[in-house]
């Protein structure tokens, strides 16, 4: 079955650098998201995107956050100015375009962001 | 807004056993999804089982099933004949009805041990 892959799985970077997160999406799928997870607490949505824009996004998504889908495989989330709060797991996910409005997202393995 | 609670942080069972993990929510919506994901060690958010709030009938999957209560806005997870592999954090989410189904609402969560 196909897959949602990140990468790099943990990512460690110093305050004030900037990080990008990598992930390929399925193939197929045109929805792509952005969810973080700080150690201990729930899931939370950062961004959703369609159609080479951002289609929603949450408050946690501020001007330190921005999203590209760079060569048609690849979909990136880049913090500029990494916080230590930024600290945390991140989860890109896609959903089948054909079936969005029944289907539900496949998320990949996440990567642990570690800000120092 | 809406919001998802788990009041369970933490349950254990028995393996073979049957467990329920308990989630409420919150929401003006009559459309919409509900959702169980599963978070093993692995860090992987796996979907466990679904469910429309226009569908009557609780969502089964295997040893996974819902009881799914709209006007109360209840919806635990009952893990039957519960096995070594079922021990992960669980997450239940909620998502509107429609073209932002891939903006999932989490709860905080609930760790599930299962004793040999």
């Known amino acids: 079955e196909p897959e949602v892959t990140q990468t790099p799985s943990h990512q460690v970077t110093q305050m004030g650098q900037e990080v990008i997160l990598r992930c390929v999406p399925i193939?197929?799928?045109?929805?792509f998201y952005w969810y973080r997870q700080i150690l201990g607490q729930k899931v939370e949505f950062l961004v959703s995107?369609?159609?080479?824009?951002?289609?929603?996004k949450s408050e946690i998504f501020d001007d330190q956050f921005s999203v590209e889908r760079p060569d048609g495989s690849n979909f990136t989330l880049k913090i500029r100015s990494t916080k230590l709060e930024d600290s945390a797991m991140y989860f890109c996910?896609?959903?089948?375009?054909?079936?969005?409005?029944?289907?539900?997202?496949?998320f990949g393995n996440g990567t642990r962001l570690t800000v120092t | 807004a809406q919001t998802v609670t788990q009041s369970q942080p933490e349950m254990s069972v028995q393996e073979a056993e049957t467990v329920t993990l308990s989630c409420t929510y919150d929401?003006?919506?009559?459309?919409?999804?509900l959702f169980w994901y599963k978070q093993p060690p692995s860090r992987q958010m796996i979907l466990v089982i679904r469910?429309?709030?226009?569908?009557?009938q609780n969502a089964t999957e295997n040893r996974f099933s819902v009881n799914f209560q709209k006007a109360a806005k209840s919806f635990s997870l009952k893990i039957s004949d519960s096995q070594l592999g079922d021990a992960a954090m669980y997450f239940c989410?909620?998502?509107?009805?429609?073209?932002?189904?891939?903006?999932?609402?989490f709860g905080k969560g609930t760790k599930l041990s299962v004793k040999p």
């Open positions: 989410a909620y998502s509107n009805y429609g073209g932002s189904q891939g903006n999932l609402i």
């Open positions: 929401t003006s919506e009559s459309d919409y999804y």
């Open positions: 995107f369609y159609n080479n824009e951002i289609s929603e």
């Open positions: 193939s197929n799928h045109l929805y």
């Open positions: 469910q429309e709030a226009y569908k009557q």
């Open positions: 996910a896609s959903i089948d375009p054909g079936k969005s409005y029944n289907s539900p997202l496949h």
